[in-house]
């Protein structure tokens, strides 16, 4: 099955830094991948996700890469700011085999 | 759109007791729901995966007879802890997925039930 690798488990920044969280995963033929913020207590939010058929994809502050060939894709959060402070976890399926497979989490700190 | 709801948010039971947890998509219509289960600082394990009309899919390690699943619409799947125990005690997310609009999952707000 699919394993994702999640790094680092934790990240603190200051206020305006920029933010990088990487995730491998194992199964070549995992094609889609999300990424979930979730503060504490509260529900998983899809924050952005990208297709093996793109390379990069930015909304505002935020951007994902993905590398198929190396197998790894990261979220880029730039000019942090405190409210972007949560747990962010990334995942990784196949189309069709709908399962998700989350990596274990990156808690993250902005400082002000 | 997309919006998740879970009831209860919390429940507190006896043990040997059984708990059963609903699951809505709110607006619009989910084929297939999830069922996670949240220890604290840690990640989403899916349990099971909830389909509309027929069984639900359990991954290793999870007891079917102990959590029961029913997906009876297109917008309601429940999850029944049964005769639960400490260990039981956790948080519990659904997700659901639009149906035929791909791979996105939303998840509902998590239900943490304390067995005491």
């Known amino acids: 099955g699919e394993n994702v690798e999640q790094h680092p488990s934790t990240l603190s920044v200051q206020e305006g830094d920029s933010a990088v969280i990487k995730c491998t995963y194992s199964d070549s033929a995992s094609n889609y991948f999300p990424w979930y913020k979730q503060e504490l207590g509260k529900r998983p939010q899809l924050i952005i996700d990208i297709r093996s058929n793109v390379g990069e994809k930015k909304d505002q502050r935020i951007a994902v890469t993905l590398n198929k060939t190396a197998k790894h894709f990261s979220l880029h959060i730039t000019e942090t700011q405190p409210e972007d402070s949560a747990v962010y976890f990334c995942a990784a399926s196949r189309s069709g085999y709908s399962t998700l497979t989350f990596g274990k989490g990156t808690m993250l700190l902005v400082s002000p | 759109g997309a919006v998740v709801s879970q009831h209860p948010s919390w429940v507190i039971c006896k043990s040997g007791t059984s708990v059963k947890i609903e699951c809505r998509s709110l607006?619009?219509?989910?084929?297939?729901m999830f069922w996670y289960r949240q220890f604290p600082k840690q990640s989403l394990m899916l349990m099971a995966t909830s389909n509309e009309g027929s069984k639900a899919t359990y991954e290793q390690g999870v007891e079917k007879d102990k959590f029961l699943i029913n997906h009876a619409s297109l917008t309601l799947s429940t999850l029944t802890v049964t005769s639960a125990h400490p260990e039981d005690s956790s948080f519990y997310i659904c997700?659901?997925?639009?149906?035929?609009?791909?791979?996105?999952?939303?998840f509902g707000p998590g239900t943490r039930l304390l067995v005491l």
């Open positions: 607006d619009f219509q989910a084929t297939t």
């Open positions: 997700s659901a997925r639009r149906t035929g609009a791909g791979e996105t999952q939303y």
